[in-house]
């Protein structure tokens, strides 16, 4: 048959029907299509809710109250959820609640357009299998006020339903006994923590036991309605910003509420601008994120972002949807667009989550801007609490390296301080250490006497350099071979050759490169500073580096050190500028025998510095302090006989001497 040509139709004695096993097929879905038992508690409400919604659609004048309450019976191990809704009548039972995949909600909001319904699969009810032995309905619908049904099931597979005597009002109880793995849910204060979770978005009131507050009592601050008064006045202005103060706070009263982990640190809305109805993006969402006082640093990730669809939470960690630079961010969005998965624990990537994801960077960029420019004390708190998370977040995105470039703390060898400040201290230039200090380094940047900035921070060196290259102003890079170059000048008149190949004889160890330069301060001898640029070389040449870094990363990382010889692992800078080295040179010429103990003692100094380094010192300590002894032996042995041993002071030394 020729590619493209049409089907031939199947003759009608050739199909078959497709067998279903049903109790392989409802216990696959009740036990394994959530991953939490809790879920049937959310799916259950949620169903109350629906018929709420359902009777107010199919009788929006009769007397209605709605109402949602839970109830735990520890000792009978049960579980009820009670409803003043719709109710169902017997049909109904058999068409929707008995029926696998059929829900009425779908049906009634294709038919209606209403949003408020929440189900969709026709699949929830079957989650109460999950955690129960057997399941009882007993309703009475609002079309058929006199009549009583009870539906009672055990397992999902077969049911019954009886008559019974009609409720006191329509709606519906849902009785759960409990199985013996799920007898800790028949507790009301784990119920009211639960739900108050679960519902906290709900338009209708849930309560617990006899409970006369509900559990989702909170205020709900983007619902309120926009500031009515005209800011044209005085008056208008002063209410205006009485009512802001008022939104404010109760956002955070909000986020306090909501927040798990954290104390919030300033909220702003979703969209942080937005007009009554609008859809900014592609998304209706609209909702509430905070800054957690959590403290984040690199790679960690307390985002923290629920998402619910139509007032029910849908997904409690839905961090995804944040950009992943916010690991200091928390919040709660709601939209009645995103598209569950099956199990209504999840969202579907579709283009309505993508456009979510742009909606919440946007406001989170807008909130950081609002913070900054109304609340000053709370982007104090922000900036000490997350400065190294928001040097790292302004690298991902130009306006906030805009807003955060002379705001942001850097760590430095003096604390934290601004890059402007840095830049200030500096001489208009900006210093930053590739290593992590210690040893010769921490004091030449002690002696340097202007702060250094900590360039093993987690995104302070490419933070500093976007700064420098934005602010036009030099970035001294202390450790690289070009930071060296300018922090160790060429001496005046270069060593003769042997004169180099003696001084590294005599104060170098393998892998060390002896290199004459002019530094100050001039009482400092000689610093070794290791090459990071080597160091990295090293490790990513590693035989182990494939295995440790993903392969574009090490790829890049190859390609950046290609440049590098990693021959010498640090080098030795010789202060020729010092007049000790100018004596032992001095000494070196004229043959001096003390040139090789005063030689002795400055690399037996250089090795007790390099070894309280942060890194891997070259040379063997002990025999270091072992050197220093031996000097000092060589040069009290050269003292001419009667003067003393311990000088009373420093002057009388000199007057004896």
């Known amino acids: 048959m020729s590619e493209g040509a049409p089907t031939e139709p199947t003759p009608a004695e050739d199909l078959r029907t497709t067998e279903v096993d049903l109790g392989g097929l409802v216990n696959v879905l009740a036990t394994h299509l959530y991953s939490t038992p809790l879920v049937a508690l959310r799916e259950l409400v949620q169903n109350a809710h629906d018929s709420h919604t359902r009777r107010l659609l199919e009788d929006p004048d009769g007397d209605h109250r709605p109402l949602i309450r839970v109830r735990a019976d520890a000792t009978r191990r049960t579980v009820a959820i009670e409803d003043t809704g719709a109710g169902l009548t017997e049909p109904e039972i058999h068409s929707y609640l008995a029926t696998v995949g059929t829900g009425y909600t779908r049906m009634l909001r294709e038919l209606t357009g209403n949003q408020e319904l929440i189900g969709a699969f026709g699949l929830g009810f079957l989650s109460a299998f999950s955690v129960a032995d057997e399941v009882t309905v007993t309703t009475t619908s609002h079309r058929e006020p006199r009549l009583g049904h009870r539906y009672r099931s055990r397992g999902g597979e077969q049911y019954q339903v009886e008559p019974v005597p009609a409720r006191p009002q329509p709606g519906t109880v849902v009785e759960l006994a409990l199985k013996a793995g799920h007898a800790h849910l028949a507790d009301e204060q784990a119920l009211r923590e639960v739900l108050g979770r679960y519902c906290v978005l709900l338009p209708i009131p849930v309560y617990v036991g006899d409970d006369t507050e509900p559990v989702n009592s909170v205020q709900v601050p983007w619902r309120q309605k926009a500031h009515p008064s005209p800011t044209t006045t005085l008056a208008g202005e002063a209410s205006r910003r009485t009512w802001d103060g008022d939104q404010y706070a109760a956002r955070m009263r909000f986020a306090t509420a909501f927040g798990r982990r954290f104390e919030p ?8 601008v937005r007009d009554e109805g609008a859809v900014e993006g ?3 969402a ?3 994120l905070w ?19 139509r007032g029910m939470l849908l997904a409690e960690d839905a961090r995804d949807l944040l950009p992943s630079w916010a690991g200091f961010i928390g919040g709660v969005v709601e939209s009645n667009r995103l598209t569950p998965t099956a199990s209504r624990e999840d969202l579907q990537r579709d283009e309505h989550y993508r456009a979510l994801q742009k909606v919440l960077t946007d406001a989170i960029v807008d909130g950081l801007y609002e913070t900054a420019r109304l609340r000053p004390a709370a982007w104090r708190r922000i900036l000490t609490r ?8 302004a690298l991902c995105d130009e306006r906030l390296f805009t807003l955060l470039a002379d705001d942001v703390p850097v760590p430095t060898s003096q604390g934290d301080l601004t890059a402007g400040g840095l830049r200030a201290a500096g001489g208009g230039a900006v210093h930053v250490a590739l290593g992590s200090g210690g040893g010769f380094e921490e004091m030449l940047y ?7 900035a900590r360039g093993d921070r987690y995104a302070v060196l490419p933070f500093l350099r976007r700064y420098a290259q934005l602010r036009g102003c030099r970035l001294v890079e202390l450790g690289s071979e070009q930071g060296n170059r300018e922090l160790f000048r060429d001496p005046e ?20 490169q002896l290199v004459p330069a002019r530094f100050d301060p001039p009482g400092l001898p000689l610093v070794l500073v290791p090459d990071r640029e080597a160091e990295l070389k090293a490790r990513i040449e590693d035989d182990q580096a494939d295995a440790r870094i993903p392969s574009a990363a090490l790829r890049l990382a190859r390609a950046f050190t290609a440049r590098t010889d990693g021959g010498a692992k640090a080098r030795l800078y010789l202060n020729l500028a010092c007049p000790a080295v100018q004596d032992l040179l001095a000494a070196y010429r004229t043959g001096h025998t003390g040139s090789a103990t005063a030689a002795g003692l400055l690399r037996s100094l250089k090795v007790i510095m390099a070894s309280a380094s942060a890194g891997p010192a070259e040379g063997d300590l002990g025999a270091a302090l072992a050197g220093i002894g031996t000097a000092v032996s060589a040069l009290t042995a050269a003292v001419p006989a009667g003067l003393p041993s311990v000088p009373d002071s420093p002057v009388a030394l000199s007057e004896e001497a």
């Open 386 to 393: 997350h400065g190294q998370d928001l040097l790292g977040a």
């Open 493 to 512: 008149r270069p060593l003769l050759p042997e004169e180099s190949a003696w001084l590294a004889g005599a104060l170098a160890e393998p892998g060390e």
């Open 291 to 309: 800054v957690q006082d959590g403290g984040t640093y690199g790679s960690s990730d307390n985002r923290d972002l629920a998402v619910y669809l």
């Open 446 to 452: 002690r002696a340097m006497q202007v702060p250094i």
């Open 286 to 288: 609209i909702g509430l």
């Open 282 to 284: 592609g998304t209706d």
């Open 265 to 272: 640190l300033t909220a702003f809305p979703v969209p942080a």
